[in-house]
């Protein structure tokens, strides 16, 4: 079974600063995708980012990207430029040839101004 | 507007209880899926369909039941067999459940609390 493990219960980071959440994988399999949402206080699930596994260019959206490291079973989200909207709790998540998301326990980020 | 819906935002059960949370979704989906989310925890799949009178079992579904009658709905029943039901409970959908790569998105929740 795949296991997803976020090693950093809370973070903190200064307002226009980078911060990085940190997140690791278990599996065999060769083909799956990997993904972190953002739940802020109102607890409602968003799509941040999603790298597929099978490719080796790093996914980027506005100022998320992620540092995707295949063989070291690695999937670290870089956020620059914080801004106070980005206070939440983020969760890595897997999803394999199994089609369920398998989530780690979450990130839990303080932006401070 | 296109979207997932959830009620009630906040349900309370007593001992003996069964109680359901609704869900329902007019982005044209096939697939719908329940997860769990206790304090500390990331989220854990309780059941999930993925077409119309079909649904499967996840990590955690001992004591619930679903039905999928609708393509646009998916309630989900905590029955009394649930001896730990207090949690906050996330619907979501996807296009499909055939590709991993397909985006699953969520709604609002229901809080579920024992009295």
Redesign the interface.
Known sequence: AQT?TQSQ?EMSVQEAETVTLSCTYDTSES???L?W?KQPP??????VI?Q?AYKQQNATENRFSVNFQKAAKSFSLKISDSQLGDAAMY?C?Y???A???T????TQLTVLP | DGGITQSPKYLFRKEGQNVTLSCEQNLNHDAM?WYRQDP??????IY?SQIVNDFQK?DIAEGYSVSREKKESFPLTVTSAQKNPTA?Y?C?SSRT??R??E???????TRLLVL
């Open positions: 997803v219960p083909d799956y995708y993904f949402y109102s607890r409602q699930m968003i799509l999603r597929e969760f998540a999803r394999g040839s089609r369920q998301l989530f780690g326990s979450g | 899926y500390g925890q990331g989220l854990r799949l999930y996840g906050f996330l979501a459940s055939g991993a790569g985006t699953q998105y969520f709604g609002p929740g």
